[in-house]
C-alpha cells in the first residue's frame, strides 16, 4: 500500500485554503486509529501490577502477557497494506476499529491469564493495521506542502491516546481508592481501564464513514471520475485532474509487481534503503521509550513512589510526550527530519545516561535517596521529550516518505514490523533486566541512543520537500 504520487506542477503542491480545514478533519479522522494504537499501547500500565496479584504470576511470566499483544502488532503491521489495496483504506479502518472493541471487551472480562492473552493479541493486530494504514492513507489524501505536518497528525494522535489512558487510569484508580484491584462499577478498577477501550474504538468506526476513500486506491479499482472528486476535495480546483489521475496510474504501474522479493538486493539480502527503514524503526525502540508507557508505574513503584503518585508521573510524562510531538510538527517541515532526529538523539543520551546514574544507588527505606530520584524523574521526563520531538515523528515520516515508489509497500510493511519486533524485544525483556540490574538496562538503552547517532549521520538521507516520486 504506498502512498500515492504527487504532480510536480505548482498548482498540486499547495492546498486551497478552503480545502486545507477539509483535509485535516479527514487526516484527524484517520489518526483515530493512532489514537487507539497509543491508548491499548499503554493503558495496560495502570493494569500491571493487579494482573501480576489476581494471577500470581514473576516477572517472566508477566512480561510475556504483556509483551504477547506486539506479535499481533506485528503480524497487523505485516498485512495490513496487502488488505487495504485489496478492500480499501476505509475498510481496512473499519476491521481495526472492530477489532479494538472486541479486544477492548475480552480484555476487560476475561476467565484466566490465557484468554486474557488472546485479546491482547486481538488488540495488537488491531494496533499493526493502524500503525501502518494511517500514515499511508494520510500521505496519499495530502498535498506534498504540508505531507510532513499531517503525517505527524499519526505521532500525535498516539501521544493523546497515551496521555488520555494514564489520566483515565489514574482516575479511576483514584476512584477504586488507590487500589488497582478495588471494586468499581461491579469489576476490579483495572478491568474497568482496559474496557474503557470501547468508546474510542467505537468513534473511529464511526469516523470512519465519514471520510472519502484513498484516491490512489479508487484509481486502482478503475473508480477515476471519484478518484477526481477526492483530489478536488482535498487539492482544491486549480490542478488538471486527469494529469493527476494519469500520473497515479503510471507510478501505480510501477508498483504493480511490488512484493517481498523485491526488496531483496545487495550484499546483505536487503536492499541497502530496506536496511535503513530496519535501522530507524529498531533505533526508535531499543532507547526503550516503551519502558516509560508499559511499565511507568511499576518503575517508579520499585524505587519506592506510592501507586497513586507513580500513576501521576505516568500522566506528566505523557504530557511532555504530547508537548514534545508539537514542537515535533511545528519544526519537520521547516528544519528537516534529520536534524531533529539528531538533536532529539542527543537529548535521549543525557537523559538516559542520568536515569543510568541515578538508579545504581541503593534504595534507602525502600526509596532511591531524595537527590537521585528527584534526577530519575526529571530525567525521565527529559529522555521522553527529546523522544517526542524528534524519532517519535520522524521515523513515521520517514517511513511514509524514504522509500522508492516501486518497493514502498512492501519496504513500509517489512520495516514497520521490524519496528514491533523490536518494541517486543524490549518489553519482553525489561522486567527480568529491572530485577536483575535497573542502572545496566538504562546504559543499553542509552549506549542505543548514542549508537543512532552516527546511524542517521552516515545512513539516513534527508525527505524534506520532495515528491514521493522523487525518492529512489
Request: aromatic share 12%; charged share 15%; hydrophobic share 55%.
Amino acid at each position: 500500500m504506498a502512498s500515492t504520487s504527487q504532480a510536480p506542477n505548482p498548482g498540486a503542491r499547495t492546498a486551497h485554503p478552503d480545502h486545507l480545514g477539509h483535509v485535516i478533519f479527514i487526516a484527524a479522522a484517520a489518526a483515530m486509529g493512532g489514537f487507539l494504537f497509543g491508548y491499548d499501547s499503554s493503558v495496560i500500565n495502570g493494569a500491571v501490577e493487579a494482573i501480576r496479584d489476581r494471577y500470581d504470576v514473576g516477572s517472566a511470566v508477566l512480561a510475556q502477557v504483556i509483551a504477547i499483544a506486539l506479535i499481533g502488532c506485528a503480524i497487523g503491521a505485516a498485512t495490513a497494506g496487502r488488505i487495504a489495496d485489496r478492500i480499501g483504506r476505509i475498510r481496512c479502518m473499519q476491521i481495526a476499529a472492530v477489532l479494538f472493541t472486541v479486544s477492548a471487551i475480552g480484555s476487560a472480562l476475561p476467565f484466566a491469564l490465557w484468554d486474557l492473552a488472546m485479546w491482547r493479541v486481538i488488540g495488537g493486530f488491531a494496533i499493526g493495521m493502524a500503525s501502518v494504514i494511517g500514515p499511508a492513507y494520510i500521505a496519499e489524501v495530502s498535498p506534498p506542502a504540508y505531507r510532513g505536518r499531517l503525517g505527524s497528525f499519526q505521532q500525535a494522535a498516539i501521544v493523546i491516546g497515551i496521555a488520555v489512558s494514564q489520566l483515565v487510569n489514574w482516575g479511576l484508580l483514584n476512584a477504586a481508592g488507590g487500589d488497582q484491584r478495588g471494586e468499581l462499577m461491579g469489576l476490579e478498577a483495572w478491568q474497568v481501564m482496559l474496557g474503557v477501550m470501547v468508546i474510542p474504538a467505537v468513534l473511529y468506526g464511526l469516523l470512519s464513514f465519514a471520510i472519502p476513500e484513498s484516491p490512489r486506491f479508487l484509481v486502482s479499482v478503475g473508480r477515476h471520475e471519484r478518484a477526481k472528486e477526492i483530489l478536488e476535495e482535498v487539492e482544491g480546483k486549480d490542478v488538471d485532474f486527469d494529469a493527476r489521475v494519469a500520473e497515479i496510474e503510471h507510478a501505480m504501474h510501477s508498483e504493480e509487481k511490488s512484493s517481498f522479493k523485491d526488496l531483496l538486493g545487495g550484499s546483505f539480502f536487503f536492499k541497502p534503503i530496506v536496511w535503513v527503514g530496519i535501522g530507524l524503526s529498531v533505533f526508535q525502540q531499543f532507547v526503550g521509550i516503551n519502558v516509560a508507557f508499559y511499565y511507568s508505574s511499576t518503575l517508579w513503584q520499585s524505587v519506592g513512589v506510592d501507586p497513586s503518585q507513580s500513576f501521576f508521573y505516568s500522566f506528566t510524562t505523557s504530557i511532555i510526550n504530547i508537548v514534545g510531538t508539537v514542537i515535533a510538527m511545528i519544526f519537520v517541515d521547516r528544519i528537516g527530519r534529520k536534524p531533529l532526529a539528531l538533536i532529539g538523539s542527543v537529548g535521549m543520551v543525557i537523559g538516559l545516561a542520568l536515569e543510568a546514574w541515578a538508579f545504581s544507588f541503593d534504595l534507602v527505606d525502600g526509596k532511591l535517596p531524595a537527590t537521585q530520584g528527584w534526577v530519575a524523574l526529571i530525567a525521565a521526563h527529559v529522555f521522553v521529550l527529546f523522544f517526542a520531538l524528534s524519532w517519535g515523528v520522524v521515523v513515521w515520516v520517514f517511513l511514509g516518505e524514504m522509500f522508492p515508489n516501486r518497493i514502498r509497500a512492501a519496504a513500509l510493511g517489512v520495516a514497520a514490523s521490524a519496528q514491533w519486533i523490536a518494541n517486543w524485544a524490549i518489553t519482553a525483556s525489561f522486567p527480568s533486566l529491572a530485577d536483575w540490574n535497573l542502572s545496566v538496562t538504562y546504559v543499553i538503552y542509552t549506549i542505543f541512543a548514542a549508537l543512532s547517532i552516527p546511524f542517521v549521520l552516515r545512513f539516513v538521507k534527508e525527505t524534506k520537500g520532495k515528491a514521493l516520486e522523487e525518492m529512489g
